[in-house]
């Protein structure tokens, strides 16, 4: 997700919710998007005209950072904003470098005004009270194509709430396929142990491998999503280790 910092100016800041509206095109409704949100977020546009706008994120990978490139090409031309992509190796350190600034007492004009973040930055960010402190994700546009409840990573990010201080810009899926005959063939004690509200690997998936791996055993863990070992350490380890001494 992104996530917007409490230093830069709010024009500037707010006009990168073009370029997310660009990336995140094409969901459905978490929140109503008001008529007055509508007229604040065209004024914001016309005040962030002929700014630049610094874009941190990770750059270890060519194609997200030519699809980074042909967005900065969209904003420039539909609404004349410079988008500067700032490539990253490790997130952390546009983190370290905006608590650096806070603490030496830089409050405006800091050197990072938006960031790619993953749960873990995003959640430290969050703490160190370093992001805008208002819930402008949801007043987006393009928020208004989500739907929190097919999906909740929208407004929850290693189960850590979101408030509306990050936006979804992208969405990968992976598809992933398994040989009936290999798995009928494991002889190996095997455990499965599934998330019962895991969007991204359906529970009713997992039951269906293990019913193809001979003798396997499965614990469920009610009302965990994808990210399961980040949102129930405790729940995963004990079935884990039980297994693992058998």
């Known amino acids: 997700m992104t996530a917007q910092l409490s230093f830069p100016s709010l024009s500037v800041l707010?006009?990168?919710?073009?370029?997310?509206?660009l990336f995140a095109a094409g969901l459905m409704a978490f929140l109503p998007f008001s008529t007055m949100a509508a007229d604040k977020f065209e004024s914001f546009v016309d005040q962030a005209r002929g700014q630049s706008v610094y874009f941190n994120a990770w750059g270890g990978?060519?194609?997200?950072?030519?699809?980074?490139?042909?967005?900065?090409?969209?904003?420039?031309?539909?609404n004349d904003i410079t988008l500067i992509h700032v490539k990253l190796t490790d997130t952390a350190d546009a983190?370290?470098?905006?608590?650096?600034?806070?603490?030496?007492?830089?409050?405006?004009?800091?050197?990072?005004?938006?960031?790619?973040v993953n749960g873990e930055n995003f959640a430290s960010l969050k703490r160190q009270n370093?992001?805008?402190?208002?819930?402008?994700?949801?007043?987006?546009?393009?928020?208004?194509?989500?739907?929190s409840a097919v999906l909740p990573a929208l407004i929850s990010d290693f189960a850590t709430p979101t408030d509306g201080l990050e936006s979804p810009?992208?969405?990968?899926?992976?598809?992933?396929?398994?040989?009936?005959?290999?798995?009928?063939?494991?002889?190996?004690?095997?455990?499965?142990?599934?998330?019962?509200?895991?969007?991204?690997?359906?529970l009713?998936?997992?039951?269906?491998?293990?019913?193809?791996?001979?003798?396997?055993?499965?614990?469920?863990?009610?009302?965990?999503?994808?990210m399961l070992p980040s949102?129930?350490?405790?729940?995963?380890?004990?079935?884990?280790?039980?297994?693992?001494?058998?």
């Open 14 to 21: 707010w006009m990168l919710s073009a370029l997310k509206a």
């Open 61 to 78: 990978s060519p194609a997200i950072n030519a699809y980074i490139a042909w967005a900065a090409d969209q904003l420039k031309v539909r």
């Open 95 to 116: 983190v370290s470098r905006i608590l650096a600034e806070k603490t030496a007492g830089k409050t405006s004009g800091g050197s990072v005004d938006l960031v790619w």
């Open 130 to 147: 370093l992001l805008q402190d208002e819930g402008w994700a949801f007043s987006l546009p393009s928020f208004t194509y989500t739907d």
């Open 169 to 202: 810009w992208g969405r990968a899926q992976l598809v992933f396929g398994y040989d009936t005959a290999s798995a009928a063939a494991v002889t190996q004690p095997c455990h499965l142990i599934l998330a019962a509200s895991d969007k991204m690997t359906p």
């Open 204 to 226: 009713k998936q997992g039951r269906k491998l293990a019913g193809m791996i001979p003798h396997s055993t499965i614990t469920e863990i009610a009302g965990a999503g994808h």
């Open 231 to 246: 949102e129930h350490p405790d729940a995963v380890n004990l079935p884990l280790a039980q297994f693992l001494v058998l």
